[in-house]
């Protein structure tokens, strides 16, 4: 199981008090409630569901902001997804590999690597800050992030 508190400060190097501070954000639902999604997502979304994908989320979010998570989706989205998994940082990798998707967009590495070793689903890792180069297979790096992944569907489909 998970310890994020313990994952901040050894892997990220976050200090004690910055990760204490951070897991009373994370376990808020409000903060959840008020946060942007990724730039060009919700086209990315549209785009998928107009060339016929069957669009799922998976959120590693914890499980006391299910309701939240649900509204933000649809204020954000338009309307729910087929599936929004509220899976908690510990079920995560195993949900989505077994999820029968096509492809999968994450922005950690290590779930990226984690998903990519079952070897049931394709996942692509977002570009993002606190990712590190070389975290996973370069082939499975995107660099474009949103309209990469539209491009690859498209091959997929």
Known sequence: KWNLKQLLMEEWGVSEEDASYFMGLYSDPNFFANLEPYPAAQMGVLLLRAMG??????????????????????????????????????????????????????DHAATV???????????????????RTGEVNKEDELRHGWLEFLALAMRNK
């Open 113 to 131: 690597r984690d998903i990519n070793l079952y070897k049931r689903t394709r996942a692509k890792l977002k570009p993002c800050p606190w990712n």
């Open 53 to 106: 994908f069957s669009v799922s989320m998976n959120t590693a979010r914890p499980l006391g902001c299910a309701e939240v998570t649900h509204e933000w989706v649809k204020r954000h989205f338009g309307r729910l997804p087929r599936r929004v998994n509220i899976l908690g940082w510990s079920g995560k990798v195993l949900a989505i590999a077994d999820s029968g998707a096509v492809l999968h967009l994450d």
